[in-house]
């Protein structure tokens, strides 16, 4: 382990005492309002191509990897925890984005097949310092062109956020805690299967049409 | 009146309500979790408040149109569960 991931452990342990707690995630905002989405799913699930085709088509972003979640007012709310993008050289192929020289980064350590982008160059002013989740998109990559989106239950989302969340088995001191702000989260949220198909990738401006079709509640 | 005592949820079991009626149950020890109908979450709230068999009986007969008869099997089945999983004492 690095001593980068090191600390970065002491930091989530030390935040999950303060009532803070990380989900692997990535956020996003619809154009025109305060609603978050929140993406979520294990690494290659399309957090970070999904959140380049929201930001191309005018969404704000958080991040597209990692978030940390808090109440507030008896509110969930999701903050950036990771400003920078690591996406898939493959990904970065297929995306035609302006200015991607300019934003490309060193390789990814953890994964030789990615790149760092900064998205503050590609999507100047879209950052979003916070967002109130009302979305939550449970993502995964099938091998089919056309995207389904499927609504889930209350428990089934609850099901599948206490799996992204391991220190909610692990880290008994806070574990009360941390379930109630994940129920909370449930509560103010309409929770989706998003099985993402290729059209996502090919038709510009479909995922963006398909995420705010599901946020009209 | 005589009582019967209620079983009562164990500490490292966590309960979670959500809006649409059905809860789940999250056994910190077993790293386990269990999904709640509309039924065992009026009971595992009641158990919650130590309530006694014949309490629980009445929340439920409360709150739907069952006989005294039906309520009670529902309440015992759930019990019945809760304790085979361990969830209670």
């Keep these: 382990m690095s001593l980068g991931n090191i600390l970065a452990n002491g930091v989530q342990i030390a935040l999950r005492r303060c009532g803070i707690y990380k989900l692997h995630a990535a956020g996003v905002v619809k154009p025109g309002s305060d609603k978050g989405a929140l993406i979520i799913g294990d690494s290659g699930c399309g957090k970070s191509t999904l959140t380049i085709e929201l930001a191309s088509s005018g969404w704000r972003y958080l991040s597209d990897d990692a978030l940390i979640l808090s109440e507030n007012c008896g509110v969930v709310e999701a903050h950036g925890y990771r400003r920078r993008f690591a996406l898939l050289q493959a990904s970065l192929d297929e995306n035609r984005l302006s200015r991607l020289a300019e934003a490309l980064g060193d390789p990814f350590a953890a994964n030789a097949n990615k790149r760092w982008i900064d998205p503050a160059v590609l999507f100047p002013n879209r950052f979003a310092e916070r967002c109130i989740p009302r979305a939550l998109f449970f993502s995964d990559i099938r091998e089919r062109f056309q995207t389904t989106v499927v609504k889930l239950s209350q428990s089934e989302v609850m099901k599948l956020l206490i799996r992204q969340c391991p220190p909610t088995h692990f880290d008994l001191p806070e574990a009360r805690q941390h379930l109630r702000l994940l129920a909370q989260l449930v509560n103010q949220c309409v929770g989706y299967q998003l099985m993402a198909g290729t059209d996502i990738l090919t038709e510009r401006g479909r995922a963006s049409a398909l995420l705010a079709s599901h946020m009209q509640q | ?89």
């Design chain 2, 1 to 89: 009146m005589s009582t019967i005592t209620a079983p009562v949820p164990l500490n490292h079991v966590i309960f979670s309500g959500f809006d649409d009626g059905e809860g789940m149950l999250v056994d910190l020890q077993k790293k386990s979790y269990y999904q709640l109908n509309e039924t065992a979450v009026l009971v595992w709230q009641c158990l919650e408040k130590r309530l006694s068999f014949e309490e629980v009986i009445n929340k439920v007969l409360a709150v739907y149109e069952v006989s005294a008869e039906h309520a009670a099997a529902s309440v015992e089945n759930i019990l019945r569960q809760l304790c085979a999983r361990e969830l209670v004492r």
